[in-house]
């Protein structure tokens, strides 16, 4: 099992990367398989190692309620219009944003007990900013701030596959490694001999990464006035790298020692 650790801004995210494949020898005769009753013994090789986060995912949102549904539309995509094309400046593009979300909720006199009446309506427009962790994404923020964004919802580094493919196969070879001197530690206090390998269970990502959503930066610029988001120091944002393990478990053939 690979597993891959992915740092935001407060809090570490596990990334748990699922694809089976089983090395399994076989006897054949006329298509049929024999059962294999050889004693085995089965372990766990482990290895790790920090590998730098290559990518920044930046979520952020405007939000804004009116009275009128189709205002509370307009307002936003105003505002978003007017964000994008200063991060255009910025040198993003089509390729670093995406909208990843898009609502209207009406809100009702809840405060009035009169549930079934709308008082009002509640528009979001979220965009996702995909850069490198390289630049400085503490500039896109407060860029997107002042111009419009009053929600940043999170911040996410991540290791894009590329660099696990990397990294991946050195730490492949230490886990059998590790795998093997546990089985040899286990032959040396049970009195028997390792007699090759039976099956090695790889996990390894064949598409996307599943993984824990974000957790929230928690930032609402709401209360900020304008002259404070002008003159506001600039936001620090510091990348942090993530861990790279995997787990690889090995079956091993044993026997008796010859007396």
């Known amino acids: 099992m690979i597993v891959l650790k992915k740092t935001t801004i407060f809090y570490s995210l596990l990334f748990v990367v699922t694809s089976f494949v089983t090395l399994t020898p076989s006897i054949h005769a006329q298509n049929i398989?024999?059962?294999d009753n050889n004693p085995t013994v089965s372990v766990i090789g482990e290895a790790?190692?920090?590998?730098?986060?290559?990518?920044?995912k930046i979520s952020l949102a405007v939000e804004n309620s009116a009275t009128d549904s189709n205002i509370a539309r307009k307002d936003n995509a105003e505002k978003m219009d007017k964000i994008i094309s200063a991060l255009n400046t910025k040198g993003l593009t089509s390729k670093n944003i995406s909208t990843s979300n898009f609502e209207i909720t009406p809100n009702y006199d809840n405060q009035n007990n009169n549930?079934?009446?709308?008082?009002?309506?509640?528009?979001?427009?979220?965009?996702?900013?995909?850069?490198?962790?390289?630049?400085?994404?503490?500039s896109f923020i407060d860029l997107a701030v002042n111009n419009g964004v009053n929600r940043v919802e999170s911040i996410e580094f991540?290791?894009?596959?590329?660099?696990?493919?990397?990294?991946y196969n050195e730490l492949l070879k230490e886990a059998f490694i590790n795998a093997k001197q546990k089985a040899e530690i286990l032959s040396g206090e049970g009195g028997f001999l390792i007699n090759g390998v039976k099956r090695i269970d790889i996990s390894?990502?064949?598409?996307?990464?599943?993984?824990?959503?974000?957790?929230?930066?928690?930032?609402?610029s709401n209360s900020l006035s304008a002259s404070q988001k002008t003159l506001s120091s600039p936001t620090q944002i510091l990348p942090q790298g993530n861990k790279l393990i995997v787990d690889l478990p090995v079956t091993f053939y044993i026997k008796n020692k010859i007396q």
């Not at 709308?118 to 503490?138: D, G, K, P, Q, W």
């Open 33 to 35: 398989l024999l059962p």
């Open 204 to 220: 390894q990502d064949n598409g996307n990464q599943p993984s824990l959503p974000p957790l929230p930066y928690a930032f609402n």
């Open 115 to 138: 549930y079934g009446k709308i008082i009002s309506y509640t528009a979001l427009n979220r965009i996702t900013l995909t850069v490198s962790a390289n630049v400085n994404i503490s």
């Open 158 to 167: 991540t290791t894009s596959k590329k660099v696990i493919d990397e990294n």
């Open 48 to 56: 790790e190692k920090q590998i730098s986060s290559d990518q920044s």
